[in-house]
């Protein structure tokens, strides 16, 4: 191996053992340390966890969408159960996001939505289906105003062919 070869090795290794060093440094600074430092307070856990759960419930709704939209009906009903065991997660957690149950409105409306997916899932009805999806993003997107999320599901772009 040249010399040029082995100088950048050792560069790298040099750079990977500093970046390891630092994120074991990282993990073992308390989290109120972390706040002192950033001069934000930790997130608390429930918020941590309804954000980690939204982003779950995200990816699957777009995988849905997909997956309908291809009429790959197997596929969509596998998705529309992830994303109903997602919501689910929820379900009498009494997880609140400003001062709003979104456990109590997760399961009040999600448990519908995943029921009239499913019916339109079994069909086999792709034109159903994408009213029925828009529907449920609608509902989705009402509660994110209702409780004053930034963040608004929109519909995917159609999927290449």
Known sequence: MSEKKLALLRILFMV???????????????????????????APPEEVRLVNIMHRMDARIERLYHS????????????LAELGEIASLLYGQDVYWDQSNISA???SLMPQQIDNLGA?????????FLET???MVAVC?????????LVVIQEPPAPRD
């Open 68 to 79: 309908g939209y291809k009429e790959e009906w197997g596929e969509a009903r596998d998705n």
């Open 16 to 42: 990977v053992i500093v970046a390891a060093v630092a994120l074991v440094g990282m993990a073992l600074v308390p989290a109120d340390s972390l706040a002192t430092l950033t001069g934000k307070p930790p």
């Open 120 to 128: 339109t899932i079994d069909r086999r009805d792709r034109e159903a």
């Open 133 to 135: 999806y828009r529907t």
């Open 141 to 149: 997107n009402s509660c994110h105003r209702a409780t004053r999320q």
């Open 105 to 107: 409105v997760m399961e």
